[in-house]
């Protein structure tokens, strides 16, 4: 079956750090990628997506692109805010599976002043 | 646009006791999904909803159960409650998805934390 697999954290980075968060997955098809991010006591953000190969989801200064080569989508971000602090998910949809989404484990970051 | 509302967002209940949770979703979101978060499996899928009818359904055991009503409201329900059950239950609302290839934005809940002593 589909899965995600990330890094684990936590992640400690001091800030203007740069960040990166590897992401592989595997799964049939072309399915759609997405990184989410969850703030402390609050639910899942959509960050970014992208939904076919050699996409670039880019937001708040976070990037990643797809990669169906190496089955990769790698989050990175050039200068982290202590306001970057959060958990965040890398998560898959297959194309054809309506509104199933299966996530990483998640990978924690702290981000320190 | 008021968010994705999930009540309660806290229930504490006793091993052998079901439990209903609710979440209304953003106006005009016809699918509801349902999540469950736990520190050992992270989240995993539960199941989906759209028209009042379940469309996908996650690796859960039969006790994990859920409808949408005709205003896409929707409510889970598990019963005869193990300790496992623990957890953090988002739901999250969208737009139907479109077709193959596409795919339309879930905004999340805040989540309902459920505790099972």
């Known amino acids: 079956g589909d899965s995600v697999t990330q890094m684990e954290g936590p992640v400690t980075l001091s800030e203007e750090a740069f960040l990166t968060i590897n992401c592989t997955y595997t799964?049939?098809?072309?399915?759609?990628l997405f990184w989410y991010v969850q703030y402390p006591g609050e639910g899942l953000q959509l960050l970014l997506k992208?939904?076919?190969?050699?996409d670039k989801g880019s937001n708040k200064g976070f990037e990643a692109t797809y990669r169906k080569e190496t089955t990769s989508f790698h989050l990175e971000k050039g200068s982290v805010q202590v306001s970057d602090s959060a958990v965040y998910f890398c998560?898959?949809?297959?194309?054809?599976?309506?509104?199933?989404?299966?996530f990483g484990g998640g990978t924690r970051v702290l981000v320190k002043p | 646009k008021a968010g994705v509302t999930q009540t309660p967002r806290y229930l504490i209940k006793t091993r052998g006791q079901q439990v209903t949770l609710s979440c209304s979703p953003i106006?005009?979101?016809?699918?509801v999904s349902w999540y469950q978060q736990t520190p050992g499996q992270g989240l995993q899928f539960l199941f989906e909803?759209?028209?009042?009818?379940?469309?996908n359904k996650g690796n859960f055991p039969g006790r994990f159960s859920g409808r949408q009503f005709s205003n896409s409201r929707s409510e889970m329900n598990v019963s005869t409650l193990e300790l496992g059950d623990s957890a953090l239950y988002l739901c999250?609302?969208?737009?139907?998805?479109?077709?193959?290839?596409?795919?339309?934005?879930?905004?999340f809940g805040p989540g309902t934390r459920l505790t099972v002593l």
């Open positions: 999250a609302s969208s737009l139907p998805h479109g077709g193959v290839s596409s795919y339309n934005e879930q905004f």
């Open positions: 799964a049939t098809g072309y399915p759609s």
């Open positions: 992208a939904t076919k190969a050699d």
């Open positions: 998560a898959l949809s297959p194309s054809a599976a309506g509104n199933k989404l299966t």
């Open positions: 106006s005009g979101h016809r699918s």
């Open positions: 909803y759209f028209s009042e009818t379940q469309r």
